[in-house]
Nanobody
């Protein structure tokens, strides 16, 4: 079992920054995928960024490239999402997720909710114009 706990959400004005954190506990193994997803009211859950823990490769949805950075601290078992130049359309509940089932994913799969088997409860991000 793996537990994921997010923090760092909040309310900011457009152009501002936030850093989300997700602490993982339990047996994750040494190489696995972790990702950030977001879901706005009435919309589908969307993959924002993913990383191979133990590998380093990162993936981003086009709408956040150049503004968001995903990273992982192995010693702290913590996933981060640095969000800069925030826009009102970035407002959503942000979820941390881990995939411990599939060792290799395509680029598209890495940002698809279907492959992730552990989820946090989410942290709210609100960006005002």
């Amino acid at each position: 079992q793996v537990q994921l706990v997010e923090s760092g959400g909040g309310s900011v004005q457009a152009g501002g920054s936030l850093r989300l954190s997700c602490v993982a506990s339990g047996d994750t193994g040494s190489r696995y995928y972790m990702a950030w997803f977001r879901q706005a009211p009435g919309k589908e859950r969307e993959g924002v960024a993913a990383i191979i823990v133990g590998g380093g490769t990162t993936y981003y949805v086009d709408s956040v490239k150049g503004r968001f950075t995903i990273s992982h601290d192995n010693a702290k078992k913590t996933l981060y999402l640095q969000m800069n130049s925030l826009k009102p359309e970035d407002s959503a509940m942000y979820y941390c997720a881990a995939d411990t089932m599939y060792p290799v994913l395509t680029d598209a799969q890495a940002l698809h909710k279907r492959v992730y088997n552990y989820w946090g409860r989410g942290t709210q991000v609100t960006v005002s114009s």
